[in-house]
């Protein structure tokens, strides 16, 4: 792939990120004037759930439909990341419907109860989402995940506007993530899903064969997804037990003002990197000196942003939000540098797979979520919120530091050795 092919595929995905991201940002002063800090709260509790338990959905083995060479093992691949969803998404069902109220009870907010049915069929939707996206992907169809990403977009903000406007609490937050996962899937599935040739190539013993080939996804890549989600959101959780419900939104939602566009970024920038990545290092190039190169660029391209957002973010989030949002702001200054550095490390985290370097990955991950825990209950103690968020902040930054730091140094090893062998 040629730097112009790379750079044609990001902006492609770029544009539709963007302007997917973009919505949500333009109708928010409407949206955070139609709920409150603690609807936000519950929504932050419901997304939390739904993204710990979707990390580990597929057994990871969607992350797979990238390395074979062979179409028809990526076919199969996906095919059975769909047979491990129904059945975990089924699983979860059964344990809602047993122990709703002891969750509910646990999670410490009794508004969350109902929503606990929906959890299902949104982990479903979830998986769904990415391995379509996945094997739109490999087939470079970016145009069509481009697509797909704005549409979800649409679904979301129409759907909370709508349903906010005529119902009060969190019901609108919460439809609209599960209403803009199912029409998202629809578009995606028309650049895969094309003819039965595709159900044709499924087989049962392809599967079995594959399934151990790829065990490493599911041996080290789930809990190591699973930590990383709890990693994330263990604020959520803590937060929501010894704080109030109106600090657990003014955290979500500071993050999601700053992850989206974030992630008009780096999530485009990872789908093609991880698909050059694989091309660049399987074709014995320098796979390295690439990542490198990336890297720079985002540096380049964020830093800028970065500042303003540790200057002025109080301010910002007041005058565009409400004044009752101001709070958000303070948490967004203190988070920021976790964010900046998450950023980077986001773009390359298929590193660990691409040179067999899961269980290092897995290890790092739980130490980070023990330190997490840790520091956070050191403001919980002192009954203070600005001491936590600051506290996770450099526990966060420090595991993220030395992530980027690991991840790079295992790939200009595997570089130089391959030239070696060559």
Not at 247 to 259: E, Q, T
């Amino acid at each position: 792939m040629s730097q112009n092919t790379f750079r044609k595929n990001v902006i492609t995905l770029m544009m539709g990120t963007t302007i997917a991201q973009a919505l949500p940002l333009a109708f928010m002063p409407i949206i955070t004037r139609l709920y409150t800090p603690d609807d936000f709260g519950v929504f932050a509790i419901f997304v939390a759930l739904a993204t710990i338990l979707g990390a580990i959905a597929t057994a990871r083995y969607e992350m797979a439909i990238l390395l074979p060479k062979s179409q028809e093992d990526a076919i199969n691949i996906s095919a059975l990341s769909f047979l491990i969803l129904t059945l975990f998404s089924f699983f979860i069902f059964i344990i809602v419907i047993l122990f709703n109220t002891q969750f509910a009870k646990l999670l410490g907010n009794a508004q969350i109860s109902l929503w606990l049915y929906f959890l299902p069929i949104t982990l479903f939707f979830i998986g769904i989402f990415n391995i379509l996206t996945m094997l739109n992907n490999r087939e470079k169809n970016y145009a069509i995940i481009s697509k797909a990403t704005v549409l979800k977009s649409v679904i979301l903000v129409s759907s909370q506007l709508l349903i906010g406007f005529f119902k009060s609490g969190a019901t609108g937050l919460i439809s609209g993530q599960i209403l803009s996962h199912l029409f998202a899937n629809m578009g995606l599935a028309k650049g895969i899903i094309k003819d039965k040739a595709f159900f044709n190539t499924i087989k049962k013993e392809k599967m079995i064969n594959l399934a151990k080939e790829h065990k490493n996804f599911a041996i080290f890549q789930t809990p190591h997804a699973l930590i990383n989600a709890l990693s994330s959101n263990v604020p959520i959780y803590m937060f929501s037990s010894f704080f109030t419900m109106s600090v657990v939104g003014f955290y979500a939602f500071s993050l999601r003002i700053v992850f989206t566009p974030l992630s008009i970024l780096s999530s485009s920038v990872a789908k093609v990197y991880n698909q050059k990545v694989v091309e660049a290092y399987h074709k014995g190039e320098d796979s390295y000196q690439l990542t490198k190169a990336l890297l720079i660029k985002v540096t380049k391209t964020m830093i800028v942003p970065f500042l303003i957002i540790i200057i002025f973010a109080p301010q910002i989030f007041a005058f565009v939000f409400g004044e009752n949002w101001k709070e958000a702001g303070i948490y967004t200054q203190i988070t920021s540098p976790f964010l900046f550095l998450n950023l980077l490390v986001s773009s390359i985290s298929f590193i660990p797979s691409l040179v067999g370097k899961q269980k290092k990955a897995l290890t790092v991950s739980i130490i980070h979520l023990i330190f997490s825990v840790l520091f956070i209950l050191v403001g919980v103690y002192f009954k203070n919120i600005y001491l936590s968020l600051g506290l996770f902040t450099l526990v966060y930054s420090l595991i993220l530091w030395y992530n980027l730091n690991w991840m790079l140094k295992e790939l200009r090893v595997r570089c130089v050795a391959k030239k070696d062998i060559e």
